[in-house]
């Protein structure tokens, strides 16, 4: 996640109503209402849910007007790293200067807190590029897999494939110009587009194991041989404890894209995946979340 909103806590979304009479609490728990429901109204200035077994679309607002995406970024990067071949997920990446530098640097970005000269593994970056939202993990990643002889040659290779697989994706109204959602003034998506991606990261399993995960505890080898634990909790935590049947996926936030969420939750065979961009405050983006999979399920 992108801050800039220090110190933001979440809170379990109020409740929402469905139908005449009928009201869900935000947390979810039991199964939606058979039968037509209005279609509910959202603070963010985005929104969008398909069926992941059907495509079909459930729920649609500005769903194709490029936003902001804060770290919902990293889902890419997530899927470009998981899509190299021969992957070796416990092939040791170890820590730079760099990487810590550039959480300093920066002031307010989300953090890892990785340890300059440990050795972390891949698959344990990718936990701490998705639950904490480390931008220093993302960093690491884009260095590890991009091309080229030089740290910056291999963060514009890294992002280049993040464009490449957007567009295979048939993401046309997307662009990537971060490996973290830390923009420069060309990185923007849009509800359907990041549902679209997030469909795709979802077939993965170690991406679905590690989105839906509240909670981990890492041990990793220290420069001088020893050993530490990293412990990350998932920055969906509200979404993930509070909804029955969510199953991932990232949030997002910052000055400009404000607070995001792309949501995936399974009720009895049925998968709903969707978007929510700019909403108005980090709890705020959970309610949205919970009224659009409360709506789509009980279509």
Not at 8 to 19: G, H, N
Not at 86 to 110: E, H, R
């Amino acid at each position: 996640m992108i801050t800039g909103f220090k110190g933001t806590r979440f809170r379990r979304a109020a409740a929402v109503t469905l139908t005449t009479g009928a009201v869900l609490a935000a947390g979810g728990f039991g199964a939606a209402p058979a039968g037509a429901v209005a279609t509910p109204t959202i603070a963010a200035k985005g929104g969008y849910t398909m069926n992941n077994g059907t495509g079909t679309t459930l729920y649609n607002k500005k769903a194709d007007t490029p936003l902001s995406t804060g770290s919902t970024t990293k889902i890419m990067t997530a899927k470009v790293v998981l899509a190299q071949p021969n992957l070796d997920l416990d092939a040791k990446v170890t820590v730079s200067s760099a990487y810590s530098n550039y959480i300093v640097d920066s002031g307010y970005i989300s953090s890892a807190h990785l340890i300059v000269g440990d050795k972390v593994s891949v698959r344990q970056l990718l936990y701490g590029l998705m639950l904490p939202s480390g931008c220093d993990a993302a960093y690491a990643l884009a260095d590890k897999f991009g091309s080229g002889t030089t740290r910056a040659a291999r963060v514009k290779s890294f992002i280049g494939k993040m464009n490449t697989t957007a567009r295979s994706l048939g993401m046309t109204n997307s662009h990537f110009d971060s490996f973290d959602g830390v923009g420069h003034g060309a990185n923007y998506s849009t509800p359907r587009d990041l549902t679209k991606l997030a469909s795709s990261a979802m077939k993965s399993t170690t991406f679905k194991t590690i989105v839906k995960t509240v909670s981990t505890k890492q041990k990793v080898t220290t420069s001088s041989g020893g050993y530490r634990y990293y412990t990350w909790e998932n920055t969906n935590k509200p979404l993930l404890t509070g909804y029955s049947g969510t199953i991932g996926i990232k949030t997002g936030s910052g000055p400009e894209a404000k607070y995001c969420l792309v949501f995936a939750a399974t009720r009895n065979g049925k998968t709903i995946i969707g978007t929510v961009l700019a909403s108005t405050s980090a709890t705020v983006r959970t309610s949205d979340a919970t009224k659009l999979l409360n709506y789509s399920f009980a279509r």
